[in-house]
């Protein structure tokens, strides 16, 4: 069955430290999609990044990158030099087969702080 | 482009009442829209998958005659919430995919408060 893992719930940071979060996947399928999203307070759903599984290249944005390792089925993402403005709860999520538009599987999410 | 917009953004209603929550598309023909909830603290859960101009898609343990989907056309779906009650209190989120492409466009999602 598919599933994704978020084991991190909560993770408090002063502002300019690195915080990486964590994203473990579970898929029978060998063609799928992984994103990552923001959710800030407002509750709105902010599009980070979307891979398909044949694409395990690292990718940056900015102070955001991520870290895509089928062999270990995880989907990391890191923030470097924090901001309070990345204070929000971030969600992992995968959606199977061959077409990113069909419905998404979400972890948990993991609530970000960040303090200055 | 790829705007996806909801109505209203948050609903207060009496225990007993329905409520509609409308998803629209505002920019582009969306074949398939989904539904999902999201409980306080809590991750977003699929609860039905909507295509235009055929019945809704329920997932298991969401009751379809509660949570009536009408998707009539290519920019609008409705989640009606039939006699709501507190336990149904929760933001919806809708997304949409469009039409020719794989990608999904999430809308603003609704507060539903019941009372």
């Known amino acids: 069955a598919q599933k994704v893992t978020q084991a991190q719930t909560e993770i408090s940071v002063v502002e300019k430290e690195d915080v990486t979060l964590d994203c473990v996947y579970e898929t029978r399928d060998t063609t799928y999609y992984l994103f990552w999203y923001k959710q800030p307070p407002s509750g709105e759903l902010v599009f980070l990044i979307r891979?398909?599984?044949?694409?395990?290249q690292n990718e940056i944005s900015g102070r955001y990158s991520w870290n895509f390792q089928k062999s270990t089925s995880s989907f990391n993402f890191t923030i470097t030099a924090s901001q309070v403005v990345d204070s929000a709860v971030y969600f992992c999520?995968?959606?199977?087969?061959?077409?990113?538009?069909?419905?998404?599987?979400f972890g948990k999410g993991t609530t970000l702080s960040v303090s200055s | 482009g790829a705007v996806v917009s909801q109505h209203p953004s948050w609903v207060i209603c009496k225990s007993g009442t329905s409520v509609k929550i409308e998803c629209r598309s505002l920019d582009f023909q969306a074949t398939t829209m989904f539904w999902y909830r999201q409980f306080p603290k809590q991750s977003l859960m699929l609860m039905a998958t909507?295509?235009?101009?055929?019945?809704?898609?329920?997932e298991q343990g969401v009751e379809k005659d509660k949570f009536l989907i009408n998707h009539a056309s290519l920019t609008l779906s409705t989640l009606t919430v039939t006699s709501a009650h507190p336990e149904d209190s929760s933001f919806y989120i809708c997304s949409a995919r469009k039409q020719g492409v794989y990608e999904q466009y999430f809308g603003p999602g609704t507060r539903l408060t019941v009372t």
């Open positions: 909507s295509n235009e101009g055929s019945k809704a898609t329920y």
């Open positions: 999520a995968l959606s199977e087969g061959n077409q990113a538009g069909t419905a998404l599987i």
């Open positions: 891979r398909n599984s044949f694409d395990e």
